[in-house]
């Protein structure tokens, strides 16, 4: 009986010696992801070089391994990093407590956060692991200038980041602010 058994064990190991290998020779071959595979995060830019990442810190919120840390601060008419009234000052990912579980693309509301199809992140240090906001912004576009931009500069382009209507206006701070003083203003009188 035992020798039956012996032999079907052998039956199984001749049939996949016949067939062909498909052992990938990594890294020298790099076998193609799947085109919604989650790997390295990247903070996007507007085709004008200003971070689309409005530092609204939802993607923060919605990460259940607690990986992402935002620390948004305000946008001034001189210094613009980006369309909205805040920026993301400081923005942080652990990737030594990242799930890849992609909750954090669903959160934000301007699809700053996209994630690429780069999957080698190993690495010696903990340090390294912990990507900064230099280390997960996008590449500038080609003849963008890197933020900080002035309101001025920001509002000659005319570009409307947040589409909608075409004839919707992208206001400044300034121009925000004198908008709602005139409102505030009519109202009393």
Known sequence: MAVVEILKGLMVTAKHILKPKVTTQYPEE?????????????LNRYQDG???????????????????YVQGAENTPEARYSPGERYA???QINYLR??????CLEACPTRALTMSNAYELADD?????IFTKEMLLASLPEGATAPPHTDDEVTARGINY??????????????????????SHNQHH
């Open 30 to 42: 790099r076998k193609p992801t799947a085109p919604r595979f989650h790997g390295r995060h990247v």
């Open 50 to 68: 200003l971070e689309k990442c409005i530092g609204c810190e939802l993607c923060a919120w919605a990460c259940p391994a607690d990986a992402i």
């Open 89 to 91: 000052s400081d923005y």
């Open 98 to 103: 990242c799930i890849f579980c992609g909750l």
């Open 125 to 129: 240090s903990r340090e390294e692991l």
């Open 162 to 183: 947040y589409g909608g209507f075409a004839g919707t206006p992208v206001l400044t701070s300034a121009q925000r602010a004198e908008q709602e003083e005139e409102s």
